[in-house]
């Protein structure tokens, strides 16, 4: 209600009652007016009825909640359901217009205005987890993969004699797709194992851009966040390099705008060298749903070309959830689960220290990598050749969902090309090994019953194992198919959509 409404209540309730509802009234519309104003995430988090008021005098903005509003195009807003369009607040009409997903659409000045806030308290959000110096960023309704592929894209039309894209290997499909996808070759750098690290091999980058020439390199594609034994890449140098010789950097950040190191990393590349994009997950970072990844830079032109790049109009869905996530946190609220995630981090490394120490194992050594861990499953392995793919089974079965047993021999063959010992970002790596990961909303409890549950695991291959070991051979035989009957089973059995994706039911 406005001034002139509240005037009239007064007329039907106690003044003083009505004046001090205004006064209620107008506490929200201050915090409402500090958004507006700075575009900057608030520093302490909203309440839901803040928000829910704040989302509809957005939707009253746009024309499909006119209420003399007659339509007569064939996208004008209607919705069937009546549950849909309350999910959505009545905010339908998407963003962005057919030639740009950051343009204004006249009939939706609350859409609108519901992308560029969004836009900007994100762009607050990375200068201050770490990346100071980003001039420019927006919310594209597609995940990490795809939002890469509109990023190598973007740079076909400046440098249309490229065909191949330098990529210090990763093991994670949507990563190599998203090359393939934008029709470029993916030049496979190997990486190079330093202790129990797997790191950036710069002197083949630097080969390689002799070999093939700058000019038909389309960009160097880099990583920060990723599993261990494998940690963030050597970001600084490669930017250096990639300013040298003038080629394009892009960096896939998935899930390090949690890690004040990922977030370093980017700062300081782009103050020495070249990085001319980076690509964030919005739910691995935001904690809201899949289907949503933010595009950065340092160049507000070239971000501005990405999202140009982008055809049609997009679902407003990943903007509204992270924009709601955001102002319901407040930049208080978000920097605590930073800080929470990190202390987590050494309790989890901690434990499973303790854990490997118990069954012969150990913690791998892997200090520049920030969120994740592994642990070695060598002596395990001695034990019977399938227990780390069972070991995987076993803890997905029990629960434990997010951890990754990592065999030796794995082959996967992904859009043609054909990588050796996937999964361990390796062709050898030395062990076999179990991956888990402090991330962003993690509790202790979640670490206390990961551990619980996996030291039960171990126990119970073990014991299983010596018992075939005493057995005669005719037994042996008999034990080891029981023993291995869910461990089939649930490949080749399983309803579809649940099947399990690789030769041994062990990636979870």
């Not at 987590?344 to 220290?353: N, R, V």
């Not at 859009?415 to 062990?431: A, L, N």
Request: proline share 5%; hydrophobic share 40%.
């Amino acid at each position: 209600m406005n001034t002139d409404n509240f005037a009239l209540s007064a007329k039907i309730v106690s003044p003083s009652y009505v004046r001090q509802g205004l006064q209620a009234r107008r506490g929200h519309e201050q915090l409402v007016r500090i958004l507006l104003d700075q575009g900057k995430c608030p520093e302490e988090g909203w309440s839901e009825s803040t928000t829910e008021l704040f989302l509809n005098e957005l939707a009253v903005m746009d024309s499909n909640n006119f209420l003399g509003n007659c339509g007569v195009g064939e996208r004008e807003g209607r919705v069937a359901s009546n549950l849909v369009a309350r999910r959505h607040y009545r905010l339908i009409h998407g963003i962005g217009r057919s030639g740009d997903i950051a343009a204004v659409q006249p009939k939706a000045a609350g859409s609108s205005l519901l992308n560029k806030l969004t836009n900007s308290v994100m762009l607050d959000v990375l200068k201050f987890t770490g990346v100071r110096s980003v001039s420019s960023c927006f919310v594209v309704p597609m995940a990490t993969g795809m939002s890469l592929t509109l990023c190598f894209l973007t740079l076909r039309h400046q440098r249309p004699r490229a065909r191949y894209i330098l990529w210090p290997r990763i093991d994670q499909k949507s990563c190599f797709k998203s090359m393939v996808t934008a029709g470029f070759e993916p030049v496979v750098i190997e990486n190079v194992l330093e202790g129990d690290e797997l790191r950036t091999d710069l002197e083949t980058v630097e080969k390689k851009i002799e070999e093939l020439g700058a000019e038909n390199i389309l960009c160097v594609h880099s990583t920060t966040s990723c599993f261990a034994p494998r940690v963030p890449d050597r970001l600084e140098e490669l930017a250096v390099m990639c300013a040298k010789h003038k080629i394009p950097h892009i960096v896939n950040n998935a899930y390090g705008v949690q890690s004040s190191k990922c977030m370093h990393l980017i700062q300081q590349g782009a103050r020495v060298g070249r990085i001319d994009a980076f690509v964030q997950s919005l739910d691995k970072n935001f904690m809201v749903p899949v289907g949503g990844a933010v595009i950065a830079g340092f160049d507000e032109g070239f971000i501005k070309e990405i999202s140009k790049m982008y055809p049609g109009r997009a679902s407003a869905s990943p903007s509204l959830d992270v924009l709601i996530t955001l102002l319901t946190l407040g930049a208080r609220g978000y920097k605590k689960l930073l800080s929470e995630r990190k202390e987590l981090y050494g309790h989890l490394a901690q434990e499973l220290k303790t854990l490997a120490e118990r069954h012969g194992e150990r913690l791998l050594h892997t200090p520049h990598n920030p969120i994740s861990l592994a642990m070695s499953l060598g002596t395990l392995q001695a034990h019977c050749e399938t227990a780390v793919p069972q070991l995987g089974s076993m803890l997905f079965t029990r629960q434990v969902s997010g951890a990754r047993a990592v065999p030796l021999d794995m082959e996967q063959v992904v859009s043609g090309h054909t990588f050796r010992g996937f999964m361990s970002h390796s062709d050898s790596y030395p062990c076999p090994y179990l991956n888990a990961a402090s991330a962003i909303g993690i509790t202790k409890e979640d670490v206390e019953l990961t551990i619980r549950r996996l030291d039960k695991c171990l126990k119970t291959i073990k014991k299983e194992s010596n018992a075939e070991k005493n057995e005669s051979p005719d037994d042996q035989t008999v034990c080891m198919c029981s023993g291995s009957f869910f461990f089939f089973f649930s490949f080749y059995f399983l309803p579809k959509g649940l099947e399990m994706p690789y030769k041994y039911p062990y990636h979870f």
